[in-house]
């Protein structure tokens, strides 16, 4: 067909600008939708890749998660509602229909979750493994539910060493799991006693974690002391200077307050 239109090349009038098709403008109509679909894909990936690693041996609900994958495809598929909105009932029946492949997708995704990790799973255990389902040594941040942060305020690695770990604002246990080997884990053991170490001190304005203290003005956001092994790095007789160190040292002090032990 195109070289039958090649001849005609010369004379074909030529249009140049935004040509989006118009059907895929549902993908900003329902970006929560969207974005929530794009976590379950990679999620299910992991479960796939947990099952090989957990239970080699152990057939695949194959057909369920081919119906998990038919779910998130059609989530994303290009029709959303019925072409006239203000058709009804028919177009919010067709959007509802869309947006239950979203939801198809999550349950069977947790499904599959749930089947690839129970033959390990002791809801009753103090041992914790995080796994890495990267081809690459991984080291990342983990939260612990609140309802095992509520039990548990500390852990310690397969070695019996102390991990800093922190009890966040919402009830969760956050802590960083470091150098997780590919394709591999990391066990830890929760432990009901906190942490010994300082407990970090905070006002409305002021966070001292005993390495690094800083206040805040909170009229206007500034910095007013930044204070790291007692020297002080705001100049407040400049306003100039003490810009530039707003600007130029909060990635640091944002940095030493998660490394240092501002944990518990």
């Known amino acids: 067909m195109m070289q039958a239109f090649e001849k005609y090349a010369d004379r074909l009038p030529t249009l140049q600008g935004d040509y989006t098709e118009y059907w895929t403008d549902g993908l900003g109509s329902s970006a929560e939708k969207t974005g929530e679909s794009r976590e379950v894909k990679d999620k299910l990936v992991q479960a796939e890749i947990l099952w090989s690693m957990l239970s080699p041996d152990r057939e695949e609900p194959t057909a369920l998660i081919g119906e998990a994958w038919r779910n998130i495809i059609l989530s994303t598929e290009h029709t959303w509602a019925y072409m006239q909105p203000d058709q009804q009932p028919i177009s ?32 009753n255990s103090d041992v914790l493994t995080v796994f890495n389902t990267n081809t690459w040594v991984q080291s990342g941040l983990v939260t612990l539910s ?35 080997p590919a394709l591999g884990s990391k066990t830890f053991r929760l432990k009901k006693e906190a942490r010994q170490g300082r407990v970090p001190e905070s006002a409305a304005m002021v966070l001292d974690n005993g390495i690094v203290k800083v206040a805040v003005d909170p009229s206007t956001g500034d ?16 306003s100039i200077v003490c810009f530039l160190i707003l600007v130029h040292t909060m990635w640091f002090v944002l940095t030493v307050l998660q490394w240092s032990n501002i944990v518990r």
């Open 223 to 238: 910095v007013t002391n930044l204070i790291y092994k007692g020297e002080e790095f705001v100049d407040a007789v400049s």
């Open 146 to 180: 609140k309802e095992i942060a509520e039990t548990y305020q500390s852990l310690q690695d397969a070695q019996g060493q102390d991990i800093v770990c922190q009890k966040l604002s919402f009830g969760e246990l956050a802590f960083w799991a470091e150098d997780v």
């Open 92 to 123: 919010d029946q067709i959007l509802q229909t869309k947006l239950g492949c979203f939801d198809k997708a999550r349950e069977l995704t947790e499904q599959v979750m749930d089947m690839a990790c129970q033959t390990i799973e002791d809801k």
